[in-house]
C-alpha cells in the first residue's frame, strides 16, 4: 500500500535469534500461502566477518515485520531457521512453526470422538494456541500409527470434506494454528484500485487473479477490495530489495 504519508519510508524488521539484522537484510523473500503446507522464506544477510553465519543455528527463532516508518508495522514471517549456508551474503532459509506438526510424531487411537475434539487433541502439546472451529462430526475410529500431526490434521480435515462437503483450512499465524471454514464474510481489510496503489494486474488460468503492490498489509485468508469488488486472498509474496512489493493472488467473490 502507498502510504497515506509520502515522506514516510518502507522498512522492515528483522530479528534473527534474539538480535536485529534489519538493517544488515539486502534481500528477502516470504511466501504465504493458504493452499501450501507452511510459509517459507529466504533472506541475503550481508556478514563480512562471518560472525553471524557461526553463530546462527537450524531451529533459532526468526521473526519478520514490516511497514513504513512511524507506522505500526505488519508481522509477515514468524518460525524459525530451516537452513543457513555460510556465504556473505549470508542466505538464510526459514519455515513457520508448521516445522512443529512435521516434526511432533502421534500414536493413539481415537474412538467416537468428533473431528474438532480429534484436531485440539493433536495439537495439545505443540506450544501453539488454538483456534480450533466447531465440527460436531463425529469419526467411530481413527487409528494414528506414529504418524505426524501434520499428516493427523490432513487426515482429520479430508474427513470432514469427504463426509459433510465442508471445506476446512488451516494456517498458522501470530503463534496460534487456526483450523477453520473458509469465511467469506468478512469486510475488506485494504482496499487496491488500478492506477492509485495497484503496479500491475492480471487474471490467471487457475480462476486466481493477481496484483503487484508496494507494502501492503495483507495476509491470506483476508478479505480485500479490488477496484471496487470485495476478493478472497489466497496467496502472497512479500518481496524486499532496496524497497518493498508485495504480490497477491485473490479470488473474486463478489
Given at each position: 500500500?502507498?502510504?497515506?504519508?509520502?515522506?514516510?519510508?518502507?522498512?522492515?524488521?528483522?530479528?534473527?535469534?534474539?538480535?536485529?539484522?534489519?538493517?544488515?537484510?539486502?534481500?528477502?523473500?516470504?511466501?504465504?500461502?493458504?493452499?501450501?503446507?507452511?510459509?517459507?522464506?529466504?533472506?541475503?544477510?550481508?556478514?563480512?566477518?562471518?560472525?553471524?553465519?557461526?553463530?546462527?543455528?537450524?531451529?533459532?527463532?526468526?521473526?519478520?515485520?514490516?511497514?513504513?516508518?512511524?507506522?505500526?508495522?505488519?508481522?509477515?514471517?514468524?518460525?524459525?531457521?530451516?537452513?543457513?549456508?555460510?556465504?556473505?551474503?549470508?542466505?538464510?532459509?526459514?519455515?513457520?512453526?508448521?516445522?512443529?506438526?512435521?516434526?511432533?510424531?502421534?500414536?493413539?487411537?481415537?474412538?467416537?470422538?468428533?473431528?474438532?475434539?480429534?484436531?485440539?487433541?493433536?495439537?495439545?502439546?505443540?506450544?501453539?494456541?488454538?483456534?480450533?472451529?466447531?465440527?460436531?462430526?463425529?469419526?467411530?475410529?481413527?487409528?494414528?500409527?506414529?504418524?505426524?500431526?501434520?499428516?493427523?490434521?490432513?487426515?482429520?480435515?479430508?474427513?470432514?470434506?469427504?463426509?459433510?462437503?465442508?471445506?476446512?483450512?488451516?494456517?498458522?499465524?501470530d503463534g496460534v494454528f487456526h483450523w477453520r471454514k473458509k469465511d467469506i464474510?468478512?469486510?475488506?481489510?485494504?482496499?487496491?484500485?488500478?492506477?492509485?496503489?495497484?503496479?500491475?494486474?492480471?487474471?490467471?488460468?487457475?480462476?486466481?487473479?493477481?496484483?503487484?503492490?508496494?507494502?501492503?498489509?495483507?495476509?491470506?485468508?483476508?478479505?480485500?477490495?479490488?477496484?471496487?469488488?470485495?476478493?478472497?486472498?489466497?496467496?502472497?509474496?512479500?518481496?524486499?530489495?532496496?524497497?518493498?512489493?508485495?504480490?497477491?493472488?485473490?479470488?473474486?467473490?463478489?
Amino acid at each position: 500500500m502507498a502510504s497515506p504519508y509520502p515522506y514516510l519510508s518502507p522498512v522492515i524488521d528483522v530479528t534473527l535469534a534474539g538480535a536485529s539484522v534489519g538493517p544488515f537484510t539486502a534481500r528477502l523473500g516470504v511466501t504465504s500461502d493458504l493452499c501450501g503446507k507452511a510459509d517459507t522464506c529466504i533472506l541475503l544477510v550481508a556478514d563480512g566477518k562471518g560472525e553471524l553465519g557461526r553463530a546462527v543455528r537450524r531451529g533459532d527463532p526468526l521473526l519478520i515485520r514490516w511497514g513504513y516508518a512511524g507506522e505500526d508495522s505488519l508481522e509477515i514471517f514468524r518460525g524459525v531457521v530451516r537452513e543457513v549456508g555460510l556465504s556473505d551474503p549470508l542466505v538464510i532459509r526459514g519455515i513457520d512453526y508448521n516445522a512443529i506438526l512435521n516434526h511432533k510424531r502421534v500414536r493413539v487411537t481415537f474412538e467416537e470422538e468428533t473431528a474438532a475434539g480429534i484436531i485440539q487433541a493433536v495439537m495439545a502439546d505443540t506450544g501453539l494456541g488454538l483456534d480450533v472451529e466447531d465440527c460436531q462430526l463425529e469419526i467411530d475410529c481413527l487409528p494414528f500409527f506414529d504418524r505426524t500431526v501434520r499428516e493427523c490434521v490432513d487426515a482429520v480435515t479430508e474427513l470432514v470434506r469427504s463426509e459433510t462437503g465442508e471445506e476446512i483450512l488451516d494456517y498458522i499465524r501470530d503463534g496460534v494454528f487456526h483450523w477453520r471454514k473458509k469465511d467469506i464474510s468478512g469486510s475488506p481489510v485494504h482496499a487496491f484500485r488500478m492506477g492509485v496503489n495497484i503496479i500491475r494486474q492480471e487474471a490467471r488460468q487457475d480462476g486466481l487473479s493477481c496484483m503487484e503492490t508496494l507494502v501492503a498489509p495483507v495476509r491470506h485468508s483476508e478479505i480485500i477490495e479490488v477496484d471496487g469488488e470485495k476478493c478472497f486472498v489466497v496467496k502472497v509474496e512479500y518481496i524486499w530489495e532496496s524497497g518493498g512489493r508485495t504480490r497477491i493472488w485473490y479470488e473474486h467473490i463478489g
